[in-house]
C-alpha cells in the first residue's frame, strides 16, 4: 500500500497568515493527489484536485502544487473559516489512502 | 441539489452484522461511481471499498476484504455496504461519496459530493 505523509500533524496560525502543508507519498502518485478540507462533526470537502486543480466554488487563496511524491497546499491569508483539518489523499493505486490529516488552530 | 444521504448505522455486538444505504439524488447516479470511507473517533480517514457506476467492479480495502460487500441498485439511486463479522475496530463514522468523473473504471478521480456520514458503534 502506498503510505501518505503529512507534516505538520498540527499548526497554530492566525488570520491573514500564509500557511503551508506537504504530503509525501512512499511512492510516486503521479498527480493523483487530493486536498479535502473538514470542520468537526462534518464531512470532508473537495477543495484541490488532480495535484493543483481547484474544486469549483474553492476560494482562489487555496492552491497546491507537486507531482510524484511531494506535495504541498498552500493557503495565502487565513480566514476565521479556514481553521480546519485538512487531508490529502492517493488516488493512483488501490488502496486509496489518505494522510494523517493536518489540524491547522487558531494562534 | 446533488446530495448523498447515508442510514444503517446503529450499535452492534461484534460478530455481528449491518448493512448501510446511501441515497442519492440530484445527479445521473447511474454515470458514477461511489466510495465508502470511514472515520474511526479521533482518527483519520480510511478508504474502504468503490463501486463503479453500472456494478460491475468493486474494490475494497484490505481490512474489510472478505467481510463487507458493496453494491447498488440503480433503479432505486442507492448503494449498500453490507458489513459482516464486525469487529471493534470497525467502528466509525461511515461516509459515501461520489468519483469526481463520471464512467470512472476505478474511481481515481477524487470524491467531489459526501454525504452527512452515519455512525457505527461495534460493542465488544
Known amino acids: 500500500d502506498i503510505q501518505m505523509t503529512q507534516s505538520p500533524s498540527s499548526l497554530s496560525a492566525s488570520v491573514g497568515d500564509r500557511v503551508t502543508i506537504t504530503c509525501r507519498a512512499s511512492q510516486s502518485v503521479s498527480n493523483f493527489l487530493h486536498w479535502y478540507q473538514q470542520k468537526p462533526g462534518k464531512a470532508p470537502k473537495l477543495l484541490i484536485y488532480a495535484a493543483s486543480s481547484l474544486q469549483s466554488g474553492v476560494p482562489s487563496r487555496f492552491s497546491a502544487s507537486g507531482s510524484g511524491t511531494d506535495f504541498t497546499l498552500t493557503i495565502s491569508s487565513l480566514q476565521p473559516e479556514d481553521f480546519a483539518t485538512y487531508h490529502c489523499?492517493?488516488?493512483?493505486?488501490?488502496?486509496?489512502?489518505f494522510g494523517q490529516g493536518t489540524k491547522l488552530e487558531i494562534k | 441539489q446533488v446530495q448523498l444521504v447515508e442510514s444503517g448505522g446503529g450499535v452492534v455486538q461484534s460478530g455481528g452484522s449491518l448493512r448501510l444505504s446511501c441515497a442519492a439524488s440530484?445527479?445521473?447516479?447511474?454515470?458514477?461511481?461511489i466510495h465508502w470511507v470511514r472515520q474511526a473517533p479521533g482518527k483519520g480517514l480510511e478508504w474502504v471499498s468503490f463501486?463503479?457506476?453500472?456494478?460491475?467492479?468493486?474494490y475494497y480495502a484490505g481490512s474489510v476484504k472478505g467481510r463487507f460487500t458493496v453494491s447498488r441498485d440503480n433503479s432505486k439511486n442507492t448503494v449498500y455496504l453490507q458489513m459482516n463479522s464486525l469487529r471493534p475496530e470497525d467502528a466509525a463514522v461511515y461516509y459515501c461519496?461520489?468519483?469526481?468523473?463520471?464512467?470512472?473504471?476505478?474511481?481515481?478521480?477524487?470524491?467531489?459530493?459526501w454525504g452527512q456520514g452515519t455512525m457505527v458503534t461495534v460493542s465488544s
Open positions: 440530484g445527479f445521473s447516479f447511474s454515470s458514477y461511481g
Open positions: 463501486i463503479r457506476y453500472d456494478g460491475s467492479d468493486k
Open positions: 489523499q492517493q488516488t493512483y493505486i488501490i488502496p486509496y489512502g
Open positions: 461519496s461520489k468519483d469526481r468523473s463520471a464512467w470512472e473504471l476505478r474511481g481515481s478521480n477524487s470524491f467531489d459530493i
